[in-house]
């Protein structure tokens, strides 16, 4: 999916991937239940990578359903709605959270608050998930 950044929308949804902090994760339970999680992490210009504990259940969601959504919060008023639909899959490409230099930068602070470093955030969110957006929407 290309980000057509000569639009508003296009340009809005640049920057909040590439600036927000959270973005809500939707996967679905195998009994058709939509499970949605905050999540921290980081666009690379074509996918959006996260890290994950392992044996949580938005992994065993993508494993049986990788259709997922992405949205982030709303202005509260109704507005600056966007949504990202795509596939998600676990993979073992990407490196651990504390060898991804821009993921260990964007959130040092958040990774500091919860009382770890780079290295102890890395061995508890060891699962890395990418996700593949095929389309989007908003206003």
């Known amino acids: ?6 639009t ?14 959270i973005v809500w994760l939707t996967t679905v339970r195998r009994d058709g239940t939509p499970q949605p999680t905050p999540v921290w992490f980081l666009w690379d210009g074509e996918s959006v990578l996260m890290y994950s504990r392992p044996n949580q ?3 065993r969601n993508i494993a049986h359903n990788p259709r997922v ?4 919060d709303g202005d509260g008023h109704g507005g600056d709605i966007i949504v990202l639909t795509g596939e998600a899959k676990i993979v073992t490409d990407a490196p651990p959270a504390a060898n991804n230099a821009t993921y260990t930068e964007k959130y040092a602070e958040p990774i500091k608050q919860i009382g770890m470093d780079a290295a102890s955030f890395a061995a508890a969110y060891s699962v890395a998930i990418r996700i ?8």
Do not use: N, S, W, Y
Request: proline share 3%.
């Open 1 to 6: 999916m290309q980000i057509d950044t000569t």
């Open 8 to 21: 508003d929308f296009g340009k809005r949804v640049e920057r909040r991937l590439c600036e927000e902090t």
């Open 57 to 59: 259940q938005k992994e």
């Open 69 to 72: 959504a992405l949205h982030f």
């Open 132 to 139: 593949m957006p095929t389309d989007m929407r908003g206003h």
